[in-house]
């Protein structure tokens, strides 16, 4: 089948042929607003033909945290095995964000995107940009955390489930001081982890002592930095918001002259290839990454072909994985 002219796409979508061309061409001089009413129209008007291969993008917030690499990667594989193409963009603080990357992407004809971590996480965040993603008909697939009401898939983790199960295993080792090291509180996952380690704190002990309780960033750093607080406070035993703040969590114990997990026990979260090769090997919260990279390309491969399968919600159990980094309480 021919490819309409820019002429017949301009009749077509109610614009000049001078503005289609430079959309198609992703030149400037055209405002967002009006490149999507375009691409829209050509979508509506079946004027963009299926591409032999489709192509996705995906979106991480960082790199330095290696569970997001993994995850992607692992998404990439299983959408490859729909024959779908992958981008990995990496969204910092510094560079390039998570909009920046959808809108270069959406001038491109991008035909889905899997968002992981982004604006999505932050239920305070501005949700408008995915909103208006639906309305041009660009199918999304969202990774750790939802927008209320979006009728788009999404796949998370239990991360209420995750904490309470690194607080139980700890109790179980005689530790009663058990300090969470969270991630940014505006998170949704460092709020659902907060709310199991309430949960199961005050199940285990009737009570919560919020000094044990600290929020910082999922770094190497913003672990230490947390850790030398919740040793301040008393704490015998450390969640981590992540492997890489467990890593920093390990060398602020050590750095107070105490042992790991002699005298105090550490757990990460993730399970990343940190965890296996951090000394000593990490206790962590397991995310099953394969079977999330599975619901994911499922999930975009059924809207990439058009499918009217269910907006489903698919929420994955953790499962705690234990090493060398977590011992008996010292008085034990």
Same mark, same amino acid.
């Given at each position: 089948?021919?490819?309409?002219?820019?002429?017949?796409?301009?009749?077509?979508?109610?614009? &000049?042929? +001078?503005?289609?061309?430079?959309? $198609?061409?992703?030149?400037?001089?055209?405002?967002?607003?009006?490149?999507? /009413? #375009? =691409?829209?129209?050509m979508r509506e008007h079946g004027l963009i033909a299926p591409a032999a291969e489709p192509f996705v993008g995906i979106i991480v917030p960082? =790199?330095?945290?290696?569970? @997001?690499? $993994? =995850?992607?990667?692992?998404?990439?594989? /299983?959408?490859?095995?729909?024959?779908?193409?992958?981008?990995?963009? &990496?969204?910092?603080? /510094?560079?390039?964000?998570?909009?920046?990357?959808?809108? %270069? $992407?959406?001038?491109?004809?991008?035909?889905?995107?899997?968002?992981?971590?982004?604006?999505? %996480?932050?239920?305070?965040?501005?949700?408008?940009f995915y909103w208006q993603l639906h309305q041009q008909r660009i199918p999304m697939v969202l990774v750790g955390g939802q927008v209320p009401d979006l009728p788009v898939s999404t796949v998370t983790t239990d991360e209420a489930a995750g904490a309470a199960m690194a607080v139980a295993h700890l109790r179980e080792l005689g530790h009663e001081r058990i300090g969470l090291a969270g991630g940014q509180g505006y998170l949704r996952p460092s709020q659902n982890r907060l709310t199991g380690w309430r949960r199961e704190m005050r199940r285990s002990f009737g009570s919560v002592d919020d000094t044990l309780h600290v929020e910082s960033d999922y770094s190497l750093t913003g672990g230490h930095a947390a850790a030398r607080r919740l040793l301040a406070a008393g704490a015998t035993a450390l969640i981590a918001g992540s492997d890489l703040m467990a890593l920093?969590?390990?060398?602020?114990?050590?750095? +107070?002259?105490?042992?790991?997990?002699?005298? #105090?026990?550490?757990?990460?979260?993730d399970d990343s290839y940190l965890a296996v090769h951090g000394d000593p090997a990490l206790t962590t919260v397991q995310q099953p990454v394969e079977a999330m990279a599975a619901a994911v390309a499922t999930a975009m491969w059924q809207s990439l072909q058009g499918y009217h399968a269910p907006h489903v919600d698919h #929420? @994955?159990?953790?499962? $705690?994985?234990?090493r060398s980094s977590t011992g008996k309480a010292r008085d034990l």
């Open positions: 089948m021919p490819r309409p002219s820019v002429r017949t796409i301009a009749t077509r979508v109610g614009v &000049s042929a +001078a503005t289609v061309s430079r959309v $198609l061409n992703g030149r400037p001089g055209v405002s967002e607003e009006l490149r999507a /009413k #375009v =691409l829209r129209g960082e =790199l330095d945290n290696p569970v @997001f690499p $993994l =995850l992607a990667g692992a998404i990439e594989a /299983k959408l490859g095995g729909h024959g779908v193409t992958a981008l990995i963009g &990496s969204s910092t603080a /510094k560079g390039p964000t998570e909009l920046d990357y959808i809108s %270069a $992407l959406v001038r491109r004809g991008i035909q889905g995107l899997v968002l992981i971590s982004g604006r999505h %996480a932050n239920p305070a965040a501005d949700h408008s920093g969590a390990v060398a602020a114990v050590r750095e +107070a002259g105490l042992a790991v997990p002699g005298e #105090v026990s550490v757990v990460g979260y #929420v @994955f159990a953790p499962r $705690l994985v234990v």
